[in-house]
């Protein structure tokens, strides 16, 4: 075998194990990177090779760029090196009119799921494009033009009107904008109370809404007694001016007899006391006196206005105790025999 023919065998192995190991790395670089779609309203500008970044820097490449529908399928492969968050947004940006765009990944992996390989973004932005701009400002010129709002003058002279009643303000202006952003700075600090209260005022309305019915019914009842009001307007204007009256009478008495009621509140202090002490009593008066008028009525015959009763002789007896009934004999004298003796 030549030495050529060696030389020539060598360098092909060489080829061969260079080629090899590119072809391996670029297997294992795919295998390794993520592959994943996002749907955009459209891709203006966008390419397969153009970048794929998170934080300005470049983590990938767009593979492919094809119609889905009425949207764009955008294929993408972010390198084995990086990971973003599965819930991560992918935004088109346009650095400058006519450069190349590329696709942002709003949020790169930090803690929670990555996103993984067949995964389709659907939360997509794109930007506003030029054309879109200047329709819209010819829009707004055509709005307020002479064929507009200006047809007959009146927004010059609003502006007329706002320019003179501005002029020598702007002290005042300069000052409103800097309590304004104060504000702002102020309902920055306490958005988690902001937000608070405006939770609660959507369970408000929540519960209004739920008790629709039960509101229409108060406030057609209210408006019942406003009417009701409304027609006796005079009637409650002379009760209203009666007891005027009346207050005004009240207190010339009260002032003229200011010594007498103080006397009279002092000597109510023994009867209300007498009351307080005997509350007890009272209460049980209260609950037995009726029941002693219904028997009273049950014991009364009409027809002959008589009241029956009936007598328990088992009850009397001769013997006493100091006036109680005795329980035997010997525990009671004889009161009775004792009487008649000192009777003699």
């Known amino acids: 075998m030549s030495s050529v023919l060696k030389q020539t065998l060598a360098l092909m192995v060489v080829l061969a194990l260079v080629?090899?190991?590119?072809?391996?790395?670029?297997?294992?670089?795919e295998r390794q990177a993520t592959q994943f779609d996002a749907l955009f309203e459209s891709s203006i500008g966008l390419y397969p090779g153009s970048d794929v970044q998170m934080l300005g820097v470049?983590?990938?490449?767009?593979?492919?760029?094809?119609?889905?529908?009425?949207?764009?399928?955008?294929s993408m492969r972010l390198e084995g090196d990086y990971a973003a968050s599965a819930d991560t947004e992918a935004v088109i940006i346009a650095p400058t009119l006519v450069s190349d765009r590329f696709v942002q990944l709003t949020k790169p992996h930090e803690n929670g799921p990555e996103l993984e390989s067949g995964t389709t973004i659907t939360e997509t932005a794109v930007p506003v494009e030029i054309d879109q701009m200047y329709e819209s400002l010819e829009d707004i010129g055509t709005q307020l033009g002479p064929?507009?709002?200006?047809?007959?003058?009146?927004?010059?002279?609003?502006?007329?009107?706002?320019?003179e009643n501005l002029d020598g303000q702007g002290a005042d202006l300069n000052q409103m904008i800097e309590e304004f952003g104060k504000m702002t700075g102020t309902l920055s600090a306490t958005d988690e109370d902001l937000f608070a209260t405006i939770a609660n005022f959507k369970e408000f309305n929540d519960m209004l809404v739920e008790n629709d019915r039960t509101l229409a019914t108060a406030n057609t009842q209210l408006a019942t007694v406003a009417d009701f009001l409304a027609e006796?307007?005079?009637?409650?204007?002379?009760?209203?001016?009666?007891?005027?009256?009346?207050?005004?009478?009240?207190?010339?008495?009260i002032r003229?007899?200011?010594?007498?009621?103080?006397?009279?509140?002092?000597?109510?202090?023994g009867p209300t006391q007498v009351l307080v002490n005997q509350k007890q009593a009272l209460e049980e008066s209260v609950r037995t006196i009726p029941l002693?008028?219904?028997n009273f009525l049950n014991a009364y015959e009409p027809?002959?206005?008589?009241?029956?009763?009936?007598?328990?002789?088992?009850?009397?007896?001769?013997?006493?105790?100091?006036?109680l009934a005795a329980q035997t004999s010997e525990q009671a004298p004889l009161t009775l025999f004792s009487e008649l003796e000192d009777g003699q």
Request: aromatic residues 6%; negative net charge; hydrophobic residues 40%.
């Open 19 to 29: 080629v090899g190991a590119w072809l391996g790395f670029r297997w294992l670089s």
């Open 58 to 74: 470049a983590v990938g490449k767009v593979t492919a760029v094809e119609p889905d529908g009425g949207q764009v399928r955008v």
């Open 147 to 163: 064929h507009g709002a200006n047809e007959n003058g009146a927004l010059a002279d609003l502006l007329t009107v706002f320019a």
């Open 232 to 253: 006796d307007r005079q009637d409650m204007q002379s009760a209203i001016a009666n007891l005027g009256q009346a207050l005004g009478i009240l207190d010339d008495f």
């Open 256 to 269: 003229d007899n200011r010594d007498n009621l103080q006397t009279s509140v002092e000597n109510l202090i």
């Open 292 to 294: 002693v008028l219904q």
């Open 303 to 323: 027809g002959s206005n008589t009241l029956h009763g009936r007598g328990n002789l088992n009850e009397l007896t001769v013997w006493s105790n100091s006036g």
